[in-house]
């Protein structure tokens, strides 16, 4: 079965700092890896997804992660962090399960926050 | 619609009693997603629906628990005898296709609090 860890529970930056939050996976194939980002109250919103190809993938708000097969690995980058960016970020694995449906299987999350 | 809708927002029901929740999905969307979100940790599937029926049922904790989705549109979350642990944030989401591939676009949730 597949599982993600966030080895970060929260993480502090200065605004204008860089920010990378990490995430590692298990999974015995070539698996499809997704961040999501949720603000307090809100539904969880995607900021990018990974399936095949090249392995730095490009998302909204100027975050980008990159897909390490050798570390298994989908670690979360943004060169220079807004206050707005202050939320829990999620990574997920997707894989099929029963009857060709789609589960995700998320990490624990990292809290962001922000400061001024 | 234009997004996910799920009601109701908030709903704060005594120990024992039975809850719906209410999911209407993207209008076109085929797939539909239950997960439960409980306080610091990670949604956590519950069941998945491609048109009416239930694919995958795998992750419903106990029978206390069923959905439905009568005619492949808005879902149901039903659960009886609801207890303490039932607490959370019930998440629905939903895609065009059954493939993760594309992607999902979650509902705001049901804040669920039974006390």
């Known amino acids: 079965a597949q599982s993600v860890t966030q080895p970060d529970i929260h993480i502090t930056v200065s605004e204008g700092a860089s920010l990378e939050l990490r995430c590692n996976y298990s999974y015995g194939a070539t698996p499809y890896l997704f961040w999501y980002v949720q603000s307090p109250g809100q539904g969880l919103q995607l900021l990018l997804k990974?399936?095949?190809?090249?392995?730095l993938v490009q998302g909204i708000k100027g975050f980008e992660a990159e897909f390490k097969r050798s570390q298994s690995s989908f670690n979360l980058r943004k060169p220079s962090v807004h206050w707005s960016d202050a939320a829990e970020y999620f990574c997920?694995?997707?894989?099929?399960?029963?009857?060709?449906?789609?589960?995700?299987?998320f990490g624990g999350g990292t809290r962001l926050m922000v400061k001024p | 619609g234009a997004g996910v809708s799920q009601t109701p927002s908030n709903k704060v029901t005594e120990k024992g009693k039975y809850v719906e929740l209410r999911c209407d999905p993207i209008s076109g969307h085929t797939a539909l997603y239950w997960y439960r979100q409980s306080l610091g940790q990670g949604p956590e599937f519950l069941i998945y629906?491609?048109?009416?029926?239930?694919?995958?049922d795998s992750g419903l904790p106990n029978d206390r628990f069923f959905a439905v989705r009568p005619e492949g549109s808005v879902s149901t979350l039903k659960i009886q005898r609801t207890e303490r642990g039932d607490s959370a944030v019930y998440l629905c989401a939903s895609s065009p296709a059954g493939r993760t591939n594309y992607g999902y676009t979650f509902g705001s949730g049901t804040r669920l609090t039974v006390v």
């Open positions: 629906f491609q048109g009416t029926g239930a694919a995958d």
């Open positions: 997920a694995v997707g894989a099929l399960g029963n009857n060709a449906g789609n589960m995700l299987t």
């Open positions: 990974y399936f095949s190809g090249d392995t």
